[in-house]
């Protein structure tokens, strides 16, 4: 194969993982630019708004914020599940990555071996949410 071809082939393929990490990157970019530590600056979460309670997502942006200014402590006191999945995120974004520049399919993320690790990761998050909807969870992860 003519290596014009074969670059303009990987190309295609390296697109997804391309464009998810410049999404990334643009997202963070912003919500350094934007401080979600104001309130009210990026919206409200309908679950808070409603009942009081943090879903757990509550947090990601300013944990964001947090680690695009490396500060850790904080990222994790503002979303700790969100902090712990960032490596396991990279990770699996890595691992795409490397499929798809090797040409292969890439990590099924529908079949009946990834299944365990959905439900796991729904109970780490249903936990998650429910400890820090405690009074001492609530002082911790404010």
Known sequence: MPVALTSRVRSRRLQGP??????????????RWRDPHVGGSWGLCP???????????????????DLTHLRL????????????AVPLLLAGWIWW???RWRGRPG???????????WWAAGALLVAFTVVRNTPWGHAYWA
């Open 73 to 84: 402590d904080a990222a994790f006191h503002s979303n700790a599940a969100f902090v712990v």
């Open 47 to 65: 679950l808070r708004a409603l009942t009081g309670l943090d879903c757990p997502a509550c947090g990601s942006l300013r944990a964001v914020n």
């Open 97 to 99: 990555l490397s499929c």
């Open 107 to 117: 990590p099924d993320l529908t079949g009946a071996r990834a299944r365990p690790a």
């Open 18 to 31: 391309v464009l998810l990490a410049a999404g990334v990157l643009l997202a963070a970019l912003l919500l």
